[in-house]
T-cell receptor, first 111, second 114 residues
Framework: QKEVEQDPGPLSVPEGAIVSLNCTYSNSAFQYFMWYRQYSRKGPELLMYTYSSGNKEDGRFTAQVDKSSKYISLFIRDSQPSDSATYLCAMIKEGAQKLVFGQGTRLTINP | DSGVTQTPKHLITATGQRVTLRCSPRSGDLSVYWYQQSLDQGLQFLIQYYNGEERAKGNILERFSAQQFPDLHSELNLSSLELGDSALYFC?????????????FGNGTRLTVT
């Protein structure tokens, strides 16, 4: 079983829709949670960064962490075609060096 | 632009050969990470350096080695290349190299082994 599970999709939604992306994990020691966006032929770009449980909002993006369920989510409101990319969740334990990534979800926003 | 520079962007080489991938971290970042991304394995952590010293090792093959130089740039050396080594190789950097320090990635080197 992988430490971090993420549905690879692909996920296709119409422009303006609310998108929900999710990851589950098995190790309760993870404390820092991140979402990266990766466009084709580019490196992952940090979108959201949260510590422990709770919500964090940045513009159209909201990250949620539920440590009791070992479940994290990224919501995209008013989705735009420019949001079409692969979204990767990532997490790391306190004091650790290794960031563990999910497989990534490929998202397409249709105009 | 993340500020992390990787060269070359593309590399095509034959099996059995050796290549060197180069990474310049963001200004001020002391830690460099190397990741391999393939379609079936996703992003896999290879190795981390902090201020010239190896800090952590992941699933790095013995045929691969890396180092971080005094000016903080890093090189990843891949030798005795096999077809299965074809992948995207990413470098990332962070300020502190600790769990609370987010990683910023370069745009990668696409390696094709024929």
């Amino acid at each position: 079983q992988k430490e971090v599970e993420q549905d690879p999709g692909p996920l296709s939604v119409p422009e303006g829709a609310i998108v929900s992306l999710n990851c589950t994990y098995s190790n309760s020691a993870f404390q820092y949670f991140m979402w990266y966006r990766q466009y084709s032929r580019k490196g992952p770009e940090l979108l959201m960064y949260t510590y422990s449980s709770g919500n964090k909002e940045d513009g159209r993006f909201t990250a949620q962490v539920d440590k009791s369920s070992k479940y994290i989510s990224l919501f995209i409101r008013d989705s735009q075609p420019s949001d079409s990319a692969t979204y990767l969740c990532a997490m790391i334990k306190e004091g650790a060096q290794k960031l563990v990534f999910g497989q990534g979800t490929r998202l397409t926003i249709n105009p | 632009d993340s500020g992390v520079t990787q060269t070359p962007k593309h590399l095509i080489t034959a099996t059995g050969q050796r290549v060197t991938l180069r990474c310049s971290p963001r200004s001020g970042d002391l830690s460099v990470y190397w990741y391999q991304q393939s379609l079936d394995q996703g992003l896999q952590f290879l190795i981390q350096y902090y201020n010239g010293e190896e800090r952590a090792k992941g699933n790095i093959l013995e045929r691969f080695s890396a180092q971080q130089f005094p000016d903080l740039h890093s090189e990843l050396n891949l030798s005795s290349l096999e077809l299965g080594d074809s992948a995207l190789y990413f470098c990332a950097s962070s300020v502190a190299g600790a769990a609370g320090s987010p990683l910023h990635f370069g745009n990668g080197t696409r390696l094709t082994v024929t």
